[in-house]
Each structure stands twice: as C-alpha cells, then as structure tokens.
C-alpha cells in the first residue's frame, strides 16, 4: 500500500513538472511574439537568465492561481455571475502582473492588456497538459473526478449500493430531430446507447459488429401548453393544473404570470406542492441543477424558483456558478469557448443574410451573447455540477440544458446552427457517461426532453401585423402603423436575468382595467395566443364577447393564419371556433373533430383539459398548422417555436435504459407530462431507493 502511494505521489509530482514545464515554454514563445511582453532587462540578458526568468514567473503564477483563484471568486460572490464569468480574464492578467512583480530577477515587464492574453493563453495550456495526462493515468482521473464531489458527503453515511439516477433534460429537442440526428452521426453516443452505432471497445457488440442496445427511445405527447413551464412543473411536481400556456392574465390578482420569471416559477411551484400534496420528484435525497423548478431536492442550484430569496444553506440558486468558476482552468476554458460561440453566432448570422434565408429573424443586439451563455457558460455550469452530485452519490439528480432550445428559436429547429449544438450535447451525454464508471454507486442515465419545436415563419412575417394588431382591428379599435416586437419566451433569458441579477423579464406585471372598454390583454407563447378583457372578473363567455365586439370573434376565425379558438359558450359550455362558421362543442369533438382535424388525435382531449382550468383566457387562439411540412406561424419573433399545438413541438421523447421497465405498453401512449413524472417516480422506486408514493393521479386525489 505504502509502495502504491508513493507511485501516485511521483505521479502527481511528475504531471505538476510537466504543466510548469509546459508553461515556461509557453511565456517564452509568448515573450518573443508579443512586442509588450518581455523576459529580459533593457540591456538584454543571456538564454540561461531568460529562462530562469520564465521558469520562475510560470512557477509564480501557477501558485498563485491555486491559492489566489479560489479566495478571489469568495471575495467576489456580491458580484452577479455572468459579470464575474467577464472578469475571468482581468483577474487572471492581474495574477500574471503580480506573479512578475514577484519574480526574484525583477527584469519581466508586461503591459496589463498583454498580461491578459499572456495569462489566458498560459492557463488555457496548463488546463489541457493537465488534462491530457491525467486522462493517460487512470488512477489520477479518477482522483480528479473524486475531487469534484460534494465535500458535505465527507464522514456522513456509506453510499447505498442501489443505483442512483440522472434524468437529462434536453430542452427543446424534439423525438424526431433526436432520431434523425442519431441517423446523420450527429450524436455517436446516443446512436451507441440505440444499438445504432458501430461498437467501439465497451464490450457491447454482437457477432455481427453491431452494438447491443443499452437504452429505449420512446415518444412522448405534450398538453396543449408545449413549453418548458408546463411540462417541467408537471414531471417535476406531477401537476401542471392550471398552467394554459407560458404567459397568462389573472384576472383575480390583475398579474400576468410567467414561466421564467421567479416569482411566478416559485407561485407555480407552490401551487402543484399544494394541490399534489407531495414535495416532487427529486424529494428523496435529489438535487435540482439548471430548472425552473426545484422538484423538492435539497440541494438545488441555478433553479429559478429560488432566485429571487435570499441567500441561504437551502436557497443557493447561484452557487453553481460560484463552484465551477472558482477552478481558473474552468473559468478560463468557458470564458474562451463563450467568446468562440459569440463569434459562431455572429458568423451564422452574417451567413443567413448574405443567402438571404427564409424565414429568419433578427439576431443582433444581446442575442449572440445570450446565445453563447447558454450553450457554453450554462451547459459548462450544470454538466460540472451533475458531475459533483454523481460523485457525492445522489440518489436522483435532474439537470436542464437549454443550448438547443436558445438556437433552435433563432436559426430554426433543422439545420447547420442546430446540428453543431446537439453535437456538444451528445459530448455532454459522453462526458457523464464516463463519470457515471467512476462514482460511487451504479446511476442509470435517462435522457429527456421536455417539448420540441415546430418551424415556420412569424406570424407578423407572413400577415404584416401581430396577433394583438389583429385583435385591435377585430375589436374595431386604432393598429398603429409600426408593430411593436413581441416578447421571446426563451428560457435561457431568464438564466442570464437571474445570474445578472435582473430576473423580471417584463415590465408590465399588472394590467388594471381603466374601464368598461378597456382593450384586451393579448398574450403570446410560441404559436398559442391569449386575449383577456381585464375589466371582466370572470372568464367570458361567446354571448359576451359577441355582445360587446361583434366582428372579434369572426375575425380571428376566419383569419387564414389562425387555426382555431378556444372559448367558453353559455349553452354548450365550450366551443371550438374554426374558419367559415365552425362551431363544435367540445363533447362533440371526437366525433367531428373540425378545425381540430389537422392537429392530431390527442388536440380535443388537450383543448377540453385547458378548458377546465380557472386561469384560461377569454379567448384561446392556436395558429394555423401545414400537417403536410409540421409548419406553424408562432405569434412571437420565433422561427422555431412551441407552446401550442401543431407538428413536432408536441413530440418530445423519453430516453431511459432497458434495465428500467418500459414506459408505457406496447399499445398504449404516454401523454401528458403528469404521467411522464409518474413514470420517473415508478423508475426510482425499481431502482431500490426511498419509496416516492404516488399511486393515484393528482386529480384522483383532490377529488
């Protein structure tokens, strides 16, 4: 044993000499490249006392980036987190000035805008010498992963040698994009997982060079609201009761309510614990890490929910940026591959308008920074973080990743710009994978999406005019000449709000009536479009609205960009509303589906259970579905978007290994996202962990 330990600490010894040796040659090429950057004295020095002099300053500020690093990102934690993700390369020139100050020969001289560069490069190559070593010693690896584990754990009770389980939420990746990419190569490691993939050294081929199968993929349907607030708070929380799209009026408070805003995440969590009766999915010994709802875990971090409280043991909404920036290898490699990404953005962008694409959208201003937040800093953040909770052996982790879900809405659900992010997913995918050999117990590995994402072009793009344009000329009252631009529904906004501190997305929370013609309030989520009278208490029914605005019903109907509409009728108690005079009660929907004919099997049962919600609109409006091309015309600046019905934004899938009981039967169909967290739950219990009771649906039990 002894002889083993003295093998890893010659090791360790070894990899250290290599970095630094590394890194002297690195100050070196840097000082006789850069006409800022010197080594020597005015006079000149010889070969020997230069390289002395970069030895020692390498020596110097390698120390200090382990000892300095940590202690100045703890100094730092008033500072929003995406500003000190900015401030990387500052504080690491200032490490390198300090590391010259103190170098015995006192001949280095740097000027602060060159330390930068010098400081970046050298960390960046300290950072992949190290790696790529460690990566050759496997004992060393392991011990590198050990280090990332939570320290809590440390002296507390033995891991169970039940599996733990990761479910991986990727955020807007719809079953088909999923299938096709595993088709065009684009992610080895799930096509591997399918038993789609040639074998590589794993164990798993057959005969025939084929690999054996070591997951399922199976589709799943969405509820009428096909976004990431509905389905997540349902599979999280096992409710998403009352939740009819990502943006809605309450007429009660006079509030709109918002998915990613944390108020209204941290209302809407509240509200599915109270109607469950149970604290969620991850309540047993889980960890929460990227969402916008906790799932009642203990340890949660960059969980939106919780970013608006104060700071605490129990709300450390931020902390993850905190722990994986407080590395300066991390700090450094995220900070360049979020400049990189920036760049990438800028680039595709230029691409899609020299060809003059169509439809495309605006992608300037802070979108190619918001962009590169997601799909590197957020990514980097919560993969680190998963990491660290499969280390520390949690029984059930859940993680968002949000990178496609940013792209996808901007360049579109297919294409180049979308490929090259499930790439670096399925890396991601790759990453864990690896981590999972190393933990401490066995984690099966489920892979997820929460919705997909439907193409087409804007509505505004294709008519001129918004849905709430529309709305105005239908209730007879002034369009103004210039439309205002639509709110994004995107999450990965809300993600850089709450790291800026800043976490309302819009200003506008409260719509008080100004009287008995007071104009409607008229919302957008993806495709799916609510208008409210504010100045009624209750929801209004057809008669009423017939009443006051004759023409507002018939023209929304009948408008070739609307699909159908959703109101509440005083005789059949609901109807759906189509073009040319439609009208179908919804008890009747099945037998004459109507306009809803071109949205699936599953839209009527969809359309009555948002019905049955107290928080509906006055008016539900679906935009026109092409079933022939899965377009839809989303009423926000979207090309590619979800949030209603229509095409593959209702189609996301459920990844999960064989070793867990099938979803579903053979002839049947999950749907909905309640019964998808039923699923998990019973996934978690066959794994041998806490028993999570839920036998009865949350709707069983109210009654």
């Known amino acids: 044993m002894r002889g083993v330990r003295w093998r890893r600490a010659a090791s360790q010894v070894g990899r250290s000499i290599a970095v630094w040796a590394v890194c002297t040659l690195t100050m070196l090429v840097l000082a006789g490249i850069l006409p800022d950057f010197r080594l020597q004295s005015a006079d000149g020095d010889s070969a020997t006392t230069i390289a002395r ?17 940590p202690l100045l990102v703890r100094l730092l934690l008033l500072v929003p987190a995406l500003v000190l993700g900015l401030l990387v390369f500052f504080l690491n020139g200032s490490l390198l000035l300090l590391a010259l100050r103190l170098n015995p020969s006192g001949q280095s001289e740097v000027a602060p805008e060159t330390a930068v560069i010098v400081a970046a490069v050298m960390s960046a190559v300290a950072s992949a010498t190290g790696g790529a070593l460690a990566v050759r010693d496997d004992d060393a690896y392991r011990r590198r992963l050990y280090r990332l584990a939570d320290r809590r754990r440390r002296g507390g009770a033995a891991c169970p040698a039940t599996p733990g ?10 079953h088909d994009v999923l299938a096709a990419a595993v088709r065009k190569g684009l992610m080895p490691t799930v096509a591997r997982w399918l038993g789609s993939a040639p074998a590589q050294d794993r164990g798993q081929a057959r005969a025939g060079g084929t690999p054996r199968p070591s997951h399922r993929l199976t589709v799943w349907h969405t509820d009428w609201s096909s976004q990431t607030g509905a389905s997540q708070l349902g599979i999280l929380h096992g409710s998403n009761h009352d939740v009819p799209a990502f943006r809605w009026y309450e007429k009660d408070t006079g509030e709109v309510m918002v998915c990613n805003r944390p108020t209204s995440a941290a209302e809407l969590q509240r509200r599915a614990v109270e109607y469950t009766g149970d604290g969620g999915l991850l309540s047993a010994d889980g960890a929460s890490r990227g969402n916008l709802f906790g799932g009642g875990a203990d340890e949660q971090a960059l969980v939106l929910s919780i970013a608006t409280r104060r700071r605490s043991r129990e709300t450390r909404s931020r902390d993850g940026y905190f722990a994986y920036f407080s590395d300066p290898a991390n700090a450094v490699r995220t900070a360049l591959s979020f400049v990189a990404e920036v760049g990438r953005e800028m680039g595709q962008s230029l691409r899609a308008r020299l060809r003059r694409e169509r439809p495309r959208v605006g992608r300037g201003g802070l979108y190619p920074l918001v962009r590169a937040f997601a799909t590197v800093v957020e990514r980097d953040v919560v993969v680190a973080a998963v990491t660290g909770d499969m280390l520390a052996g949690r029984t059930a982790v859940y993680a968002d990743l949000v990178a496609y879900d940013e792209v996808a809405h901007h360049s579109g659900p297919l294409g180049r710009d979308t490929e090259q992010v499930l790439g670096r997913l399925d890396r991601a995918l790759a990453l864990l994978e690896n981590v999972a050999e190393h933990a401490p117990r066995p984690y099966r590995i489920v892979v997820l999406s929460d919705h997909g994402q439907s193409p087409g072009e804007t509505f505004h793009a294709r008519y001129g005019l918004t849905l709430h344009n529309l709305v105005r000329a239908g209730c007879g009252l002034p369009v103004p000449r210039k439309a205002e631009r639509t709110h994004s529904g995107a999450e990965a906004r809300a993600a850089v709000r709450a790291a800026l501190r800043r976490p309302v997305e819009e200003g506008g929370e409260r719509h008080r009536p100004a009287g008995r013609d007071a104009e409607p309030v008229v919302l957008a989520s993806g495709n799916l479009g609510l208008i409210s009278f504010p100045d009624v ?22 408008h070739p960009g609307i699909g159908f509409l959703l109101v509440r009728s005083e005789e059949h108690g609901g109807v759906v509303l189509g073009a040319h005079g439609a009208e179908i009660p919804l008890d009747r929907l099945d037998r004459t589906p109507g306009p809803l004919a071109a949205f699936g099997p599953g839209a009527a049962d969809a359309v009555r259970r948002t019905h049955s919600f107290p928080h509906t609109a006055d008016i539900m ?21 979800h949030g209603g019905l229509g095409g593959a934004q209702a189609r996301p899938f459920l990844l999960s290994p064989l070793a867990l009981s099938a979803p579903v039967g053979d002839d049947e169909e999950l749907t909905g996202a309640e019964q998808v967290h039923r699923v998990l739950r019973r996934w978690l219990r066959e794994s041998g962990g806490p028993r999570i009771p839920l036998e009865t649906a949350p709707q069983e039990r109210a009654a």
């Open 53 to 69: 002099t970069a030895a020692v300053g390498a020596g110097v500020f390698g120390l200090l980036s382990a000892l300095a690093w």
């Open 165 to 174: 389980t990761v479910f991986l939420q990727l955020d807007g990746v719809g």
């Open 537 to 558: 208490p209750h929801r209004m029914s057809k008669e009423e609205i017939d009443a006051r605005h004759p023409a507002l019903l018939t023209t929304l109907a009948n």
């Open 621 to 641: 409006v679906n935009s026109f579905h092409d079933p022939a091309d899965g377009e839809v015309l989303a009423f926000e600046e979207q090309i590619g978007s």
